[in-house]
């Protein structure tokens, strides 16, 4: 079984420039996290998803960002207008639909963005 | 989520047992304890959890307080690949709860000396 997987690995953009980070949870997870940790700093959340529904951006910037989780094919973070500030390394994490005792979530292995 | 204290940092000698203590005082009876640990630019990475009982795995060993105030993670032949943060975050677990967010705090950063 695959593990989660963010594509790129590594994104730069220009100031101004779009940012589409994709996360694809492992099979049969329908749960969807993005975090981001900028550079010397902690992890922080951002958005959770599941299949087509947002459940809680508490952590998303209010402007420029926004993310989805279509019926098929990988979550998206989309950044608009970048920032020098985005610079950061943004991790997907995704848990399993039917909930055992626990709900672990499995991150990736992040993307990088360098906004120049 | 309740809040937890770590160490900012540890130290280990190889091929030893290194304990990392987490208080987690407010901790509420339906939460669990859960660590990750984050190898230096790489995703976190699921260690273990509980909610009273003690745990082992492959990984490590998670022993926890009688009250729950208190936790200690033990890798028991600590080598260099361990160097890493390592995260104690308390969250609500259990059939039927809502799969939330995961809030890390600072962690300790655990380094394994040769």
């Known amino acids: 079984n695959a593990g989660v997987m963010q594509n790129p690995r590594h994104l730069v953009r220009r100031r101004g420039q779009e940012a589409r980070l994709r996360c694809s949870p492992m099979?049969?997870?329908?749960?969807v996290y993005w975090y981001r940790q900028l550079p010397e700093e902690g992890l922080k959340f951002m958005v959770y998803?599941?299949?087509?529904?947002?459940?809680?951006e508490s952590g998303m910037p209010k402007e420029r960002f926004s993310a989805e989780f279509p019926k098929e094919g990988p979550s998206i973070l989309r950044i608009q207008q970048v920032v020098r500030g985005d610079s950061a390394a943004y991790f997907c994490a995704s848990s399993p639909r039917a909930g055992p005792s626990y709900n672990e979530q499995f991150f990736g292995p992040g993307t990088r963005l360098t906004v120049l | 989520d309740a809040k937890t204290t770590q160490p900012t940092s540890m130290d280990c000698a190889e091929g030893r047992a290194a304990n990392l203590p987490c208080n987690h005082s407010?901790?509420?009876?339906?939460?669990?304890v859960y660590w990750y640990r984050q190898i230096h630019s790489q995703g976190p990475q699921y260690i273990i959890h509980?909610?009273?009982n003690n745990e082992t795995n492959e990984m490590a060993s998670l022993i926890i307080t009688e009250d729950r105030k208190s936790s200690t993670l033990i890798l028991p032949h600590a080598t260099l690949r361990d160097t890493a943060v390592y995260y104690c975050?308390?969250?609500?677990?259990?059939?039927?709860?809502?799969?939330?967010?995961?809030?890390f705090g600072p962690g300790t950063s655990l380094s394994v000396i040769p």
């Open positions: 975050i308390v969250r609500a677990g259990g059939i039927g709860t809502s799969y939330d967010k995961v809030i």
């Open positions: 998803l599941q299949k087509e529904n947002i459940i809680d």
């Open positions: 509980g909610l009273k």
């Open positions: 407010t901790i509420s009876g339906n939460e669990y």
């Open positions: 099979k049969g997870h329908s749960h």
